[in-house]
C-alpha cells in the first residue's frame, strides 16, 4: 500500500431506528439540519486535507448509521470537496452503505446521480423470521426491490448476509446461499453471527433465551461456505467477504494492507501518518468541537512501531493474500514480528503457508484466526505491548 495513496471514511452518525447491533441509539433523529451538517462534514474534511497533502485518493466510503438518509446534495458535496483537496484515482471507488426499505431504495437515482459508484446493501436475511431476529426493519420483500433499483443504478452492488443463526442447518444455509449467488452481484460479505457485548442479543443469550449455533457446526457452515463462493467464480479474499476478480472493495483493502484513511463525521476513526484519529462520537459533542477547534477530533495520538506493526500483521493475516512479515517489520523499524519457529510449526500442522518471508492461512487456518494469531506474534512484540 502505497504511502501517497489515501482513502477517505465519511461517518453519518444517525438513523431511523433503533439497531440490536451499536449503541448509536441515542442517534435516532426526526429531523436533521442537513445543512449544518453538510458545513461540519465539510469543515472536517478541510482539516484532514490540510495534514495529508498531495495524496492520491483511491476510494470515499460513506458509513453509519443510516448514510442512504444522508441528503444527496451533502453527499455530492462531500465528494466534491474530497477530489478538489486531493487527486482522485482514476477509477475512484465511492462507496455508499444502505439499508433495503423503500424509502431509502426511492433515493438511490439521486445518491447515484451524486456520484456514489458502489452501494453496499444490508440485505442480512432473505427470509422475514430471521430478519425479525435480526431486528431488522425492513421485509424480505423490500430487500429484493432494493437489491433490483440498486442494480438497474450503481455501476457494482455488494450486499450482505448473516448466518450461522441458532438452529441453522447446512442444507438450508447452502439454500440460502445459493439463492445469493444467483443474483448476479459480483461482491457479497458474508458473516456469522455474533454475541458481542452490550447488545441485545448478548442479553437474551445472558437470561438463557438465545443459544448460539455449536461451533462445530458453525466451523461446518464457514467451510462450506468458502467452497460454495470459490466454485461460483467469488472465492474469499477476506475472512468474511468474496469476490469475483478484480471486484475486491478497494476501500476495506486499504484497511487490511494497513494503508492511511482520512474518518471524519462524529465517531469515526482514521489513520493518518502513523497517528490514530477519533472524533467525538455523539453528535452534539462533535459540532461543539468543530466550532472550537475546526475539527470533531477527541482523540489524536501516535501509534508505536509494535502496536502499528501488530495491527498490520491482525489485519493482513485476515486477507487471502497475507502478508510478508519481514516487510512489515521493516517499516516499522522492528526485528521481527512473527515467531518464526511457530510460524514453520503452524505450516507444518497445515494451518499456515510459507514462501520466503510471506506467511498466509491455510482454509484450516482460517477457521481458527483468533489463535493463531496469538500464537506467531514475536516474543519482542508480545514484550513491549506489556511493558
Known amino acids: 500500500m502505497s504511502a501517497e495513496s489515501l482513502a477517505l471514511y465519511v461517518h453519518w452518525p444517525f438513523c431511523v431506528s433503533k439497531c440490536p447491533y451499536c449503541d448509536f441509539n441515542s442517534h435516532v433523529r426526526a429531523a436533521i439540519d442537513q445543512r449544518q451538517w453538510r458545513d461540519a462534514l465539510l469543515a472536517d474534511l478541510a482539516h484532514e486535507a490540510r495534514l495529508l497533502r498531495g495524496r492520491t485518493l483511491t476510494s470515499i466510503f460513506f458509513g453509519g448509521g443510516t448514510p442512504s438518509l444522508m441528503d444527496p446534495a451533502t453527499v455530492e458535496a462531500v465528494i466534491d470537496a474530497a477530489i478538489r483537496h486531493w487527486e482522485p484515482a482514476k477509477n475512484i471507488e465511492i462507496t455508499l452503505e444502505a439499508n433495503p426499505n423503500s424509502v431509502e431504495a426511492d433515493r438511490f437515482a439521486d445518491l447515484a446521480s451524486a456520484g456514489v459508484n458502489r452501494l453496499s446493501l444490508g440485505l442480512q436475511s432473505f427470509d422475514n423470521a430471521a430478519l425479525a431476529f435480526l431486528g431488522r426493519a425492513h421485509s424480505a420483500r423490500e430487500g429484493w426491490r432494493a437489491l433490483e433499483i440498486a442494480q438497474k443504478r450503481f455501476r457494482r452492488v455488494s450486499f450482505d448476509l448473516i448466518y450461522a443463526l441458532p438452529g441453522e442447518t447446512e442444507a438450508g444455509w ?6 445469493a449467488l444467483s443474483l448476479g452481484t459480483s461482491h457479497l460479505s458474508l458473516y456469522q ?50 469476490a469475483r476478480s478484480g471486484r475486491e472493495s478497494r476501500h476495506n483493502l486499504t484497511y487490511w494492507r494497513y494503508g492511511d484513511y482520512a474518518g471524519i463525521g462524529p465517531g469515526a476513526h482514521g489513520r493518518r501518518s502513523g497517528m490514530r484519529t477519533v472524533r467525538h ?29 501488530d495491527e498490520a500483521l491482525v489485519m493482513g493475516l485476515r486477507l487471502r493474500e497475507g502478508i510478508d512479515a519481514q516487510a512489515i517489520a521493516e517499516r516499522f523499524g522492528l526485528e521481527a514480528v512473527v515467531d518464526w519457529g511457530r510460524v514453520a510449526r503452524l505450516a507444518e500442522s497445515g494451518h499456515l503457508l510459507r514462501k520466503d518471508t510471506r506467511i498466509r492461512l491455510t482454509g484450516k487456518g482460517r477457521l481458527v484466526l483468533d489463535h493463531i494469531l496469538g500464537d506467531i506474534a514475536a516474543v519482542e512484540t508480545k514484550a513491549s505491548v506489556a511493558a
Not at 174 to 179: D, E, F, R, V, Y
Not at 211 to 222: C, G, M, Q, V
Open 193 to 242: 453471527l455474533t454475541i458481542e457485548p452490550g447488545t441485545r442479543f448478548a442479553a437474551l443469550h445472558a437470561a438463557g433465551k438465545l443459544e448460539p449455533l455449536d461451533p462445530d457446526a458453525s466451523a461446518a457452515l464457514f467451510e462450506l461456505t468458502d467452497e460454495m463462493t470459490a466454485t461460483a467464480g467469488l472465492p474469499a479474499y477476506e475472512i468474511s467477504n468474496h
Open 174 to 179: 447452502a439454500a440460502t446461499l445459493a439463492q
Open 281 to 309: 462520537k455523539k453528535p452534539e459533542n462533535f459540532l461543539k468541537a468543530m466550532a472550537r477547534n475546526s475539527s470533531g477530533i477527541a482523540e489524536e495520538a501516535p501509534l508505536s512501531a509494535v502496536e502499528a506493526a
